[in-house]
């Protein structure tokens, strides 16, 4: 599965999106009472280590180029993750995914109030449906803080998706996730101190497999990606859904009821609708300019 073909492509995010959700069990298994700041640092230690055989794809010359816009991505992304440590505990484990794709309407959002961007009319149909299906899953009675901390892990990732556009673009991807761990890492660690927790030995299993997926969701991202046009492969991202609510079904035995459905088709319908209109509009312009294909 080199990527290079949209089918290929598509299976790689396929697979990845299930990484990811298995990355979402490891922390979803954790004994209530974990101690959260404690695992988060861990988390994001065992990260950074698993990303040291790729050390030699960073640009040494130009190591800390943005260190600003790093910095305020790091400790965004560790918000992101107490936040969605927070939300899986508590909620179901499609529930909280599905809660999670607020963030590419944040993104569009954030992208207007930043970059001073238009939205077209599908694009604020999107919006509109998006929070409308969040609102429906969630239900105004069940708001808490589970609920209001996996809003929190999405806006988080909102924004560091935003700010990526802030970042140096010479810098690789290795470069821009090691910067990101290792800037996390004392704020993460003064946390943990902070807690005053017990040491718990058995979290590192956990962090290590939390880990472990998620950096494997991120190979297959940038495997389907670097080959094939963004818009002819992004709605398999929307798969991780499924894998949710499939494995919290056998799993956790949780099944989802018409809310949940109801819902999570106003978030991915728009979206997918969104990207099937990104199809479209790059296949005109590759007819338009045959000799650019």
């Known amino acids: 599965m080199s990527g290079k073909t949209v089918h290929s492509a598509i299976l790689l995010l396929v697979i990845g999106n299930a990484m990811a ?30 990303l040291l055989p790729l050390a030699g ?26 936040c969605m440590v927070v939300a899986l505990e508590h909620l179901p484990l499609a529930t909280a995914n599905a809660v999670f794709y607020a963030a590419p309407f944040l993104v569009t959002v954030l992208s207007v ?11 604020v149909v999107a919006v509109v449906s998006g929070f409308a299906g969040i609102l429906l899953i969630l239900r105004p009675v069940a708001v808490n803080w589970a609920a209001l901390a996996a809003l929190g892990s999405a806006l988080a990732l909102a924004i560091n998706a935003v700010l990526v556009r802030k970042l140096p673009g010479q810098q690789s991807t290795v470069h821009t996730l090691f910067l990101n761990y290792l800037l996390i890492l004392p704020a993460a660690g003064a946390l943990a101190w902070w807690e005053n927790a017990p040491w718990d030995s058995g979290l590192l299993v956990s962090a290590f497999g939390s880990s472990l997926f998620i950096l494997g969701y991120n190979v297959t991202v940038l ?60 296949q005109r312009v590759r007819q338009a300019n045959p000799a650019n294909g």
């Open 21 to 50: 959700i298995v990355s979402d069990v490891f922390i979803k298994l954790l004994e209530p009472g974990t101690p959260v700041f404690q695992f988060a640092f861990l988390r994001c230690l065992v990260t950074l280590l698993l």
């Open 57 to 82: 794809q960073l640009n040494r010359r130009a190591l800390f180029a943005g260190f600003r816009v790093h910095a305020l991505r790091a400790h965004v992304h560790l918000a992101g993750i107490l």
């Open 113 to 123: 109030l930043v970059f001073r961007e238009t939205l077209s009319t599908l694009s």
């Open 223 to 282: 495997l389907a990606y670097r080959q094939v046009a963004a818009n002819q492969v992004t709605s398999a991202e929307y798969t991780g859904l499924i894998w949710a609510v499939a494995i919290g079904w056998i799993g956790f035995n949780e099944v989802p009821d018409l809310y949940f459905a109801v819902g999570s088709a106003m978030i991915v319908v728009p979206l997918i609708m969104m990207g099937l209109r990104s199809r479209q509009r790059s």
